[in-house]
């Protein structure tokens, strides 16, 4: 699944393509990419139809088009599911396969969504006000990310030390810091040489602290090379893949030499996913426990 590097890659070729323009017509071309639109897919086409690009945001994950006209405005939020992408094409190309909404631009392009797996899909939210900026509804509730003037290093960390559950499991909890996946967590807890089962409470402030800049800097260099692709189903509006698999530690290295000690990369089972560690560098709850 996309975690915030993907999605601002996304979102920073969607800007370029998007702001200004004008949506001259909508296609919804399966109905599950509009199920989480309470109005059904009729709806969402008449009410994005004719309105003016504002912009495009982000908050963690999620990703929304802002547009309006002189009577409403609305955020248009896009849930990309494993396989969603967000694709310019000039108006008349040959539509993929897995093509589920088509949005027709004033410029002679389409806005396509395109999602093998369909789960994903688009619905329209309206926003709200919250003391940093306005958001969609359905977003309100997600921590601010590690690039919003709104994030607090402090505030994290004391939110971590207020839990008591696996460092990881916290970590990927969108209402602690919203953007992390299992990709950029790994990353970030081998950086801080911190196993994923380790327990909040028992994890010092400064070393918790460490691992949030850690988590802010991974991501902001995963975005510099356009995030993350292991395979055809993340790629940029353009279609072109991310670089940063090459510059992983951890996640997908299973039984390669860690880049810091040689030991070779673990993976264990985790929250219905893989754990990547070191297990030198990273010692599990127990081996501390046995070594004191």
Same mark, same amino acid.
């Given at each position: ?70 009577? @409403?405005?609305?955020? #248009? ?18 539509? +993929? ?5 088509? #949005?027709?631009?004033? @410029? ?10 369909? &789960?994903?899909?688009?619905?329209? @939210? ?13 977003? #309100?509730?997600?921590? #601010?990310? +590690? ?97 940063? @698999? ?17 030991? +070779? ?11 990547? &560690?070191? +297990? ?13």
């Amino acid at each position: 699944m996309p975690e915030l590097p993907e999605v601002e890659t996304i979102r920073r070729g969607l800007a370029v393509h998007l702001a200004g323009r004008t949506v001259r017509d909508v296609e919804v071309l399966h109905p599950r990419a509009v199920r989480r639109h309470v109005g059904g897919g009729l709806d969402l086409v008449n009410r994005l139809r004719g309105k003016h690009v504002d912009g495009v945001e982000r908050r963690g994950k999620y990703m929304w088009l802002l547009a309006s006209d002189l009577s @409403d405005e609305v955020a #248009a939020v896009v849930h990309l599911g494993m396989s969603g992408q967000m694709l310019i094409a000039e108006q008349g190309a040959e539509d +993929p396969i897995h093509l589920r909404i088509r #949005a027709v631009l004033d @410029d002679g392009h389409e806005l396509r969504f395109v999602d093998q797996r369909t &789960f994903g899909g688009w619905l329209l @939210d309206d926003l709200v006000d919250t003391p940093a900026r306005k958001l969609p509804e359905s977003v #309100a509730h997600i921590a #601010a990310d +590690p690039f919003e003037d709104a994030f607090s290093r402090d505030d994290v960390v004391s939110a971590l030390r207020r839990r008591d559950t696996e460092i990881k499991r916290a970590i990927l909890d969108q209402t602690v810091i919203s953007g992390v996946g299992n990709i950029y967590a790994d990353e970030s807890l081998w950086r801080a040489q911190l196993h994923g089962r380790r327990r909040t409470k028992g994890i010092p402030r400064a070393r918790l602290g460490e691992l949030v800049d850690h988590i802010t800097d991974v991501m902001g260099e995963a975005i510099e090379v356009g995030g993350t692709s292991f395979d055809d189903l993340y790629v940029n509006v353009n279609g072109q893949s991310g670089y940063f @698999d090459r510059s992983l530690s951890a996640y997908g290295r299973t039984g390669l030499p860690c880049p810091r000690c040689g030991t +070779p990369v673990l993976r264990e089972q985790f929250m219905n996913r893989g754990s990547h &560690f070191c +297990p030198n560098c990273q010692l599990p709850p127990r081996a501390r426990r046995q070594t004191r």
